[in-house]
């Protein structure tokens, strides 16, 4: 199951690097992090980790419905461009895409050989951080920019839950902290923008 | 207690953020000083003092730090005083500079205090973002172009922190459990790890993460622009107090990968640093704004205190630190005055003050334009004497001392095309251009007779044995 | 081998009211009055009885093509996997076989369409080429990937493996290859994402274009090969990707197998109701994204697998 679902969170964001609607991204994003939050409950069900199955239920009630709903209403207020095009071609995409999986699973070969269980994670979790600076680079817009730092911060999250069977319950939080502060920020400047016009 | 006291002023500065008072911040400027207290405290209590458990210890080193962060924030604080004289901003605009000042302020604080990598990296998170405010401060297009560009890469550089963090968690819980975030525990346990090659990716993305942060080879002018586009205090707390977070944070991890394998460290610090110090230097000597220049500089000295703590100078490096905290906000603030229509233009900028506090101004101006490459009564021309010795003789005991010589000599050679460069500008400021009247404000020479003198007491022999006590 | 030629009879039986499932459902979810289920028969009865007209501007080609269009798909459907335990199955067949006779098949559409000399067969096979073109090499590495999963190369072999032991360790591997085929079983049968089989606007014709000038039997045949196609991709996809029901009663796995072909038709229905159809030029990005999961799910197996 939880291979099932670790499938699931990369899927979705390769999904995500081909989508050229808005709405379709935090769709694919909102998925993207709900298979993070169960992937999380799972793995804390196994380890029978109160502190991660905090973790995944906040992951899913922020990551999942708060944030997509956050910026699908920030989008609307300020009149986002929900067509977003990639500026990286579909044909390079195709050819960019495997290179970088079969880069970083050779890349992180070593480490998973170190770490005896869950070593596939590691793999994917370091692949899908490059997927979504794949995803920050082929968009020139800002909001899909700002789904792609998203994802990044879940292909961490992820690394944090599979590698290390997750990390002191106060760094975590501190995590969420920072990602509403981001948030807070992002709200701040799209204000402003909207002040001046 | 002590953690309230040292967070006292930063408290302040953010409650009377919210007030709409223009008073407000005249109290400030006092209310900054309060911090000097507890660090007087500090440093007289027994190192490592632990603030808040295992979480929070002051010692030498972070002390030291942020002693130098600290002067920093007071003077910065006693510049904004006169933001609005030199600048077009708006009084609500202003508050909003202080609560965020005053949220980066605290993350930072426990950056530099952190003994553990996750209260580290939320600290400096918080700072980061906290920055993006304070840039989008300045109501220009490029100022908000700018402050998406340093959300999106500032965000990029630390996810890499926070990337590696992981990764070197993960290579240290099998023997060390929770335990593994702390600094101290991993230094000591840092020969037991049993994945050293998973350490050591984990460094290497944080110090990628870090170098990025700092401007380091592949993103050179990335801080150049973000600071020419904002408010000039905003470049003066990059230079004195953020970067300062992250070489703390490098000292850190530098140490125990030190431990772990050295000479992978070394080589790979060290054709990092070649590398970007080759690019800035001709970046600088290409440099036609106050802003692009002083941040490129920066990036060199950030360079070459990595490259001395890496080579084992670890008084080099503190007290070549010491020195560029000191000397870069005070030039970023001082720019300012020197150009105040925001387009930093070189010619004639030393020209056109009066009155002795005029001449007081240009005085300090020109003298730490000499400093800051290392003219010999300044800091930094011992500090790089001795980071060179150090490189000296990290290299005797293996068998690449010609190579090490080379590298010397070559990095003389990019040093002195900076060095050349600067003399011009010194010259073209004084000599060239037309005569503008400028105002110098009380406080902003206030702010730079204290970095003068911190500057001076670098150079008393009591803070040379207290460089040399940390190890 | 009773058992093998009855189940294949049961497909090809199968195959129009599948196709006459998806349309009567799509007018179930746009509130029309639904078609009948055997409207497929009805169609293929009507075809037959009429007077079948040959341009006379075309060569032999087109007197044979529509044979040589049937004829591969038929041979296709020897080798499927087994869907009742113990049947009888085509062992030596792998991933390049399967792949190799559809597009016979499809070659032979594209030449039917290019014989007539009309505008629209060049274009409808000008465009068939072009799909098939992306789909080809996306199929033979899902199906390769698929059966390494299973441990065995040829098709039928790996349907039984999986279905006995299913890979749980490969799961992402074969999440992907499932994502990756289904996008195939779309556009190779010319769904709407791809491919609208209900207009004949010149806009967006594929499959239409390249049948314009058929008549009488051959149309006939044709429409038979379109029905056999799907019912091919879909128990491919059912038998490799829904792998379970193998293990009991031939009675009740037949009507297990059945019931999944018509969830593959309910899937496709949702799927053609739910989108829009795409601009031709937008067609590589659905068909790249299938390829990049048939690669992933090959690189997962190999670099993740143990």
């Known amino acids: 199951m939880i291979d099932f679902l670790i499938g699931l969170f990369l899927a979705t964001l390769i999904i995500s690097l081909f989508t050229t609607r808005l709405y379709g991204l935090l769709l694919w994003y909102s998925l993207n992090s709900l298979t993070l939050g169960l992937l999380a409950l799972f793995i804390g069900h196994e380890l029978d980790d109160m502190a991660m199955l905090i973790t995944g239920i906040v992951t899913i009630l922020i990551k999942t419905i708060g944030i997509p709903y956050i910026l699908k209403n920030l989008s609307q207020k300020f009149h986002f461009v929900r067509q977003i095009n990639p500026e990286i071609k579909v044909q390079y995409a195709i050819m960019l895409i495997p290179a970088i999986l079969v880069f970083t699973f050779y890349l992180s070969e070593p480490i998973t050989q170190m770490i005896n269980e869950n070593n596939n994670y590691i793999a994917i979790s370091i692949s899908s951080l490059f997927l979504s600076l794949l995803l920050m680079m082929e968009h020139k817009n800002i909001a899909p920019k700002i789904i792609g730092f998203l994802s990044m911060e879940n292909a961490l999250f992820l690394l944090g839950i599979t590698a290390t069977d997750g990390m002191p319950m106060l760094v975590e939080f501190g995590i969420f902290l920072d990602l509403l502060m981001a948030i807070v920020v992002m709200n701040l400047l799209f204000h402003n923008e909207e002040a001046k016009v | 207690m002590m953690l309230f006291l040292l967070l006292l002023p930063a408290l302040i500065m953010f409650v009377m953020s919210l007030y709409k008072n223009d008073k407000a911040k005249r109290i400030l400027s006092f209310t900054s000083f309060a911090i000097l207290l507890p660090m007087i405290k500090l440093f007289l209590l027994p190192k490592p003092y632990h603030i808040w458990g295992d979480y929070l210890i002051a010692d030498g080193l972070n002390t030291y730090i942020l002693l130098v962060s600290s002067i920093v924030g007071i003077g910065v604080t006693l510049a904004l005083l006169t933001l609005d004289k030199h600048v077009k901003v708006s009084p609500n605009a202003y508050r909003r500079f202080y609560r965020f000042f005053a949220i980066f302020w605290i993350g930072l604080m426990f950056s530099i205090l952190s003994n553990n990598m996750g209260i580290y990296w939320i600290g400096l998170e918080l700072a980061t973002l906290s920055t993006v405010y304070m840039i989008k401060t300045n109501h220009s297009s490029s100022a908000h172009k700018e402050a998406w560009n340093y959300m999106i890469v500032g965000a990029i550089a630390i996810s890499l922190v926070l990337f590696g963090i992981i990764l070197i968690y993960a290579s240290a819980k099998p023997i060390l459990g929770e335990d593994a975030m702390s600094f101290n525990l991993l230094l000591a346990h840092a020969k037991d790890i049993k994945s050293p090659f998973l350490f050591e990716i984990g460094f290497a993305i944080v110090s990628v ?59 790979f610090i060290f054709t990092y640093t070649l590398l970007t110090i080759f690019i800035v230097s001709f970046l600088i000597f290409r440099a036609k704004d106050f802003m692009r220049l002083f941040s490129l500089s920066g990036i060199e000295h950030m360079a070459l205190i990595a490259l001395f703590w890496v080579s084992g100078g670890t008084f080099a490096a503190l007290l070549h630190f010491g020195a560029h905290a000191f000397l870069k906000p005070a030039l970023f603030l001082s720019t300012g005055v020197l150009e105040s229509n925001g387009k930093y233009k070189i010619a004639g900028a030393l020209k056109g003050y009066k009155g002795k506090k005029g001449t007081m101004f240009w005085f300090l101006v020109s003298l730490f334009l000499l400093a800051i490459i290392s003219l010999p009564p300044s800091p930094m021309f011992f500090s790089e004497l001795y980071g060179f010795g150090a490189m000296i003789a990290i290299a005797k005991k293996s068998d690449h001392l010609l190579a090490m010589i080379g590298a010397i000599l070559f990095l003389l050679i990019l040093l002195s095309v900076i060095f050349y460069r600067f003399v011009a500008i010194y010259q073209s400021m004084k000599y060239e251009g037309e005569k503008n009247e400028k105002r110098v404000y009380p406080s902003e020479l206030f702010s730079l007779v204290i970095f003068a003198l911190s500057l001076m007491a670098l150079l008393l022999p009591i803070t040379f044995d207290y460089l040399k006590g940390i190890s | 081998m009773i058992l093998y030629f009855l189940t294949i009879i049961c497909l090809l039986l199968l195959a129009p009211i599948l196709l006459s499932f998806i349309k009567a459902l799509k007018m179930i979810l746009l509130f029309k009055k639904p078609i009948s ?266 670099v993740l697998g143990y």
């Open chain 3, 37 to 302: 289920l055997l409207q497929g028969y009805r169609n293929f009865s009507k075809l037959m009885q009429k007077e079948t007209i040959i341009s006379s501007e075309t060569s032999s080609i087109t007197r044979y093509a529509p044979f040589l269009v049937l004829s591969p798909l038929l041979v296709t459907m020897f080798f499927l996997p087994p869907v009742v335990k113990g049947a009888f199955y085509v062992s030596f067949v792998d991933a390049f076989t399967i792949t190799g006779l559809i597009s016979l098949s499809t070659f032979f559409l594209m030449l039917l369409g290019l014989d007539s000399a009309s505008a629209f067969g060049g274009m409808g096979s000008s465009r068939e080429a072009f799909i098939s073109a992306l789909v080809e090499p996306a199929m033979v590495l899902t199906i390769f990937s698929i059966s390494m999963m299973a441990g065995d190369l040829g098709i039928g072999q790996a349907g039984v493996n999986l279905a006995y032991n299913f890979p749980a360790e490969h799961m992402s591997s074969f999440l992907f290859a499932a994502i990756s085929f289904f996008i195939l079983l779309i556009a190779e049968n010319g769904r709407i994402p791809v491919d609208n089989p209900e207009t004949h606007l010149e806009l967006t014709m594929v499959h239409e274009a390249m049948i314009l000038d058929l008549s009488g039997v051959y149309l006939a045949i044709i429409e038979m090969a379109a029905s056999v196609k799907f019912v091919i991709f879909s128990s491919l996809f059912v038998s490799l990707f829904i792998p379970f029901g193998l293990e009991y009663s031939p009675v009740v796995a037949i009507l297990i197998f059945i019931a999944k072909l018509f969830g593959v038709a309910i899937a496709v229905a949702f799927v053609e109701v739910n989108m829009a159809k795409l601009r031709l030029f937008k067609i590589p990005n659905l068909l790249g994204i299938s390829i990049v999961f048939a690669f992933l799910s090959l690189i997962t197996f190999y």
């Open chain 2, 209 to 267: 993460g870090m170098f990025v942060k700092m401007g380091f080879f592949p993103m050179n002018l990335w801080l150049a622009n973000i600071e020419r586009a904002s408010f000039y205090p905003v470049a003066a707390l990059f230079s004195g107090i953020l970067e300062s977070a992250v070489i703390v944070g490098f000292f850190r991890f530098s140490k125990i990968a030190m431990e772990v394998n050295y000479d992978h460290l070394f080589i």
